[in-house]
């Protein structure tokens, strides 16, 4: 008998004009780090976010550090960033010249806590310059509140896995000074790798693209910084495109499917999905559970990978991880309660509904099985 087909985690939905602009970039000969699609994709990006500037990057990381760099951050400052978030929200303060204050997360929405935020901001002597508030698994932060505490620093929006989430009706990527989006290959919206940085301060989209393209004022080789080589391709720009004018499709898809894993484990006492706010309303970029612990996740991960079905665990605490140990965190153990508990279903928004039964169908095999060896 053969085996099932390989359901995968997330993976890019390419049912558009992907192939038609591939070949138009051939056709024309663009197919480097300038080109019509890049600046079209700028246009859609600052458009779709409400925003009046937007800058094409190499990646989220890249994005991440030339808006820390245009917020004014530089050797020896210190950023406030969540402490459950994915590594390069911190290596890009890392990059940047600053050193990373962890803050722990809520669970309410398990994103940046604004209470610990103003603990951290009343001591002024901390060094803290800017603010990182990561939207996690889709779900945007308290960005009002995030801001209100803040004061005068800068907050920066991570917004890379929440494009097509909004947060009191205004669309993530439009919510602080800097807006960051990635164009993974894991994401909703992918370009096979890419950024973008969104202000609506011109001298500061003037500065981050400037930066990005080697600080070179002019045609001749003379540099007035020191630059980056964090251009997006023609070619990145291209799929990015064909893939932004499916987004609301792609969007809905995924929070179908996150409609249906959550009447899945209805009941259910040993999982429970992540957090959704009244003041958010989620992209459902990945689809995650919450288990009892990290045993219970890996239990969980087996079982679906016996079924050939992709799960994995989601981010850990940076704060006690090898690298960043000697930064500051102000911490309460939320994040450290959340690492290796919480597991990301299939949820790519092509993801057909005979494979999400199969899903669900592991995933109440696996609750049988737990049953079973309670008994």
Known sequence: MAKPAWIPLSVPDLRGREAEYLAQCVADN???????????????????????????????????????IAAGVGRGDR????????????????????????????????????????????????RVRAVIAVHALGHPADMEAIRTVAGDLPVIEDAAGAIGATYKGRRAGGLGDFGVFSFNGNKTVTAGGGGMVLTDDETSAKRIRHLSTQARPGSTYVHDAIGFNYRMTNLNAAVGLAQLERLDDMVAARRRIAARYDDAITGRDDVAAMPRTAWAESSCWLYSLKTASATDAGSLIDEFAKARIEARTFWESLAGQAPYRSAPSRLTGISESLSGTVVSLPCSSHLTGAEQDRVVAALAAWRGAALEKAA
């Open 30 to 68: 663009w197919v480097s780090s300038a080109g019509p699609f890049v600046t079209e994709l700028e246009v859609r990006m600052a458009s779709l976010a409400g925003r009046d500037h937007a800058v094409a990057t190499v990646n989220g990381t890249t994005a991440l550090h030339l808006a820390l």
């Open 79 to 126: 950023v406030i960033v969540p402490d459950w978030t994915f590594g390069a929200s911190t290596n890009a303060i890392y990059h940047a010249g600053g050193e990373p204050y962890f803050v722990d997360v809520t669970l309410e929405s398990w994103t940046l806590d604004p209470e610990l935020v103003a603990d951290v901001v009343a001591d002024r002597d901390n």
